[in-house]
């Protein structure tokens, strides 16, 4: 059984930086990959960001492309989520998840285990 566990959430004006972090156990951290999802209020959860299981391949949703960053740290069992120059529609609950096996990297059904998630919010 994998637990994720997120952190680094918070409330932060539009144009400010946050970085989130996501501690991994139970299941060998470097053989998978890891991904960033995010829902807001009444939307479905989106795709944000993710990582193959080197850490040499990175995919990201356009609306972030350049603004975040995703790593891991294979070491720490962690991935991490740069996020900077927020903007409001940035608000949701960012989920960190474990890609399956042979998943999509961009899509929800990928990913086999999930975090609880954390909030961020950005004011204008």
């Known amino acids: 059984q994998v637990q994720l566990v997120e952190s680094g959430g918070g409330l932060v004006q539009a144009g400010g930086s946050l970085r989130l972090s996501c501690a991994a156990s139970?299941?060998?951290?470097?053989?998978?990959?890891m991904g960033w999802f995010r829902q807001a209020p009444g939307k479905e959860r989106e795709f944000v960001a993710a990582i193959n299981r080197s850490g040499s391949s990175t995919y990201y949703v356009a609306s972030v492309q350049g603004r975040f960053t995703i790593s891991r740290d294979n070491a720490k069992n962690t991935v991490y989520l740069q996020m900077n120059s927020l903007k409001p529609e940035d608000t949701a609950v960012y989920y960190c998840?474990?890609?399956?096996?042979?998943?999509?990297?961009?899509?929800?059904?990928?990913?086999?285990?999930w975090g609880q998630g954390t909030q961020v919010t950005v004011s204008s």
């Open positions: 139970g299941r060998t951290f470097s053989s998978y990959g």
């Open positions: 998840a474990t890609r399956a096996s042979s998943g999509s990297y961009y899509a929800a059904y990928g990913y086999d285990y």
